[in-house]
């Protein structure tokens, strides 16, 4: 089993940059990939970016493409998420997700379903 923790969350000012955590732990960790989606009040939950646990390869949603980089750290399980530039509507509460290697190809990476391990979420609030 595997379990991943967020942090980095909290309250920012509109144009501010901040960086989210994600480990994972449990078991040796050999997923196929992470990923953060977000979710904010009375919306569903957003795809915001992945990334290939081998070859970290990225993707990114189309409304944070320029602004959010993914990353990750092999070494300590974990997986970023630099966003700059925060506007108010990027505020959610932002999920990390893994995939284990079992889940399939990537053309899914996007899609919620491919991840079967999920962390419970880090609020994130951005103020005008």
């Known amino acids: 089993q595997v379990q991943l923790v967020e942090s980095g969350g909290g309250s920012v000012q509109a144009g501010d940059s901040r960086t989210l955590s994600c480990v994972a732990s449990?078991?040796?960790?050999?997923?196929?990939?992470m990923a953060w989606f977000r979710q904010a009040p009375g919306k569903a939950r957003e795809f915001v970016a992945a990334?290939?646990?081998?070859?970290?390869?990225?993707y990114s949603g189309d409304s944070v493409k320029a602004r959010f980089t993914i990353s990750k750290d092999n070494a300590k399980n974990t997986v970023y998420l630099q966003m700059n530039s925060l506007k108010p509507e990027d505020t959610a509460v932002y999920y990390c997700?893994?995939?284990?290697?079992?889940?399939?190809?990537?053309?899914?990476?996007?899609?919620?379903?491919?991840?079967?391990?999920w962390g419970k979420g880090t609020q994130l609030t951005v103020s005008s």
């Open positions: 997700a893994a995939a284990s290697p079992d889940r399939g190809g990537f053309y899914s990476i996007r899609l919620e379903r491919f991840y079967n391990y």
């Open positions: 449990g078991r040796t960790f050999s997923g196929s990939a």
């Open positions: 990334i290939t646990w081998s070859r970290g390869t990225t």
